[in-house]
């Protein structure tokens, strides 16, 4: 793993910034068929593991979250990028604007 115990690595799905969204990742539950697809415009995908949950009391339901019990996908740019010329660069101008679009999109499958 690394010295995170888990995964907090952020993922390259293009070299530079798109006007275009695409599908970035797909997650699927086997026990319950459930789905999450993310289609972004960004050039990276930050996956977090849940290095960090610790069992603390319970949820609605009386299940508590343990370490890598969850998990996050974030879609971004890459860390630290304005250190990185060959980067995709994240520096706004003032009277610039910023837009990016991201879908998170749920569905299920046959389990």
Request: charged share 15%; hydrophobic share 30%.
């Given at each position: 793993m ?6 907090d690595?952020?993922?390259i799905?293009r070299?530079?910034?798109h006007s275009e969204t695409?599908?970035?990742a797909i997650?699927?539950?086997?026990l ?10 960004q050039?990276?995908?930050?996956f977090y593991?849940?290095?960090?949950l ?5 949820d609605?339901s ?5 370490k890598?019990s ?9 860390p630290?990028?304005?250190?990185h010329?060959?980067f ?9 604007r910023f837009?990016s679009?991201?879908v998170f ?5 046959p389990?």
């Amino acid at each position: 793993m690394s010295f995170a115990d888990g995964f907090d690595h952020n993922w390259i799905l293009r070299d530079g910034h798109h006007s275009e969204t695409t599908l970035a990742a797909i997650a699927t539950s086997p026990l319950s068929g459930r789905t999450l697809s993310i289609y972004t415009d960004q050039p990276g995908l930050q996956f977090y593991s849940g290095n960090f949950l610790r069992p603390s009391g319970a949820d609605k339901s009386g299940a508590s979250y343990a370490k890598h019990s969850a998990f996050c996908l974030e879609t971004q740019h890459f860390p630290d990028s304005p250190n990185h010329p060959h980067f995709p660069s994240t520096i706004l101008r003032p009277g610039e604007r910023f837009e990016s679009q991201s879908v998170f999109e749920f569905g299920s499958q046959p389990s």
